[in-house]
């Protein structure tokens, strides 16, 4: 079976950083993929590790640890704009389960 | 470059009556195809997906369908609709492994 776990609700301030945290048990396992949601839309795909490792993508990195099952979110210089749900996914096999989602809100 | 179209973005329907969505996608050939439903300010749960035409793997039992006719089309059918099946509908499409998913513009359902 799978299985994903991400806090819920995370609030930080304008400017901050930010870490969504994501715990993952599923079979066939080859790697970890971000999403955000804005409210009223759908998500959009925001990156993907498919090796142990930090992945950095302008403000937002992501980072994998296949021994540990856990892989996070990192959100730079938070913009009032990120203020979103974001999900993990692993991949695996041909299902594609996405963790129950962090909601973020950024304060000013 | 690969485009994703569901329809319609908005649907408001009586208890009971049926229900068909429909999900295209293009510039793209033997796509991975899920329906995912949401409940408001919930995740997203995985209701159908398909690998091929005509080949379902369906997720959760429910008074809910899906079928696939063609290569890149892929619809959510319901003979009968609940209160309960309320919610903001979305098709998503994965080239080769779900590595990457891209998804419709969404289809928020209000059974009343």
């Known amino acids: 079976g799978q299985s994903l776990e991400q806090p819920s609700e995370v609030t930080a301030v304008e400017g901050a950083i930010v870490q969504i945290n994501c715990t993952y048990q599923?079979?066939?396992?080859?790697?970890l993929s971000w999403y955000q949601q804005h409210d009223g839309g759908a998500p959009t795909f925001l990156s993907y590790?498919?090796?142990?490792g930090l992945e950095e993508t302008g403000r937002f990195s992501s980072f994998l640890s296949r021994s540990d099952s856990y892989g996070y979110l990192l959100l730079q210089e938070l913009q009032m704009k990120d203020s979103a749900s974001y999900f993990c996914?692993?991949?695996?096999?041909?299902?594609?389960?996405f963790g129950s989602g962090t909601r973020l809100l950024v304060r000013p | 470059s690969q485009t994703i179209h569901q329809w319609p973005a908005t649907l408001v329907q009586p208890v009971g009556s049926p229900l068909s969505l429909e999900c295209t996608v293009e510039?793209?050939?033997?796509?991975?195809l899920y329906w995912y439903r949401q409940a408001a300010g919930r995740g997203l749960q995985l209701l159908f997906y398909?690998?091929?035409?005509?080949?379902i793997s369906s997720e959760v039992p429910q008074n809910l369908s899906a079928s696939r006719p063609q290569d890149r089309q892929f619809i959510l059918s319901s003979k009968k609709l609940l209160l309960s099946d309320s919610g903001f509908y979305l098709c998503a499409w994965v080239e080769t492994g779900p590595t990457e998913a891209f998804f419709g513009q969404g289809t928020r359902l209000t059974v009343v």
């Open positions: 599923t079979s066939g396992f080859y790697g």
């Open positions: 510039g793209t050939s033997n796509p991975n």
């Open positions: 398909s690998v091929g035409i005509g080949q």
């Open positions: 996914a692993p991949g695996g096999s041909y299902k594609l389960i």
């Open positions: 590790n498919g090796l142990d």
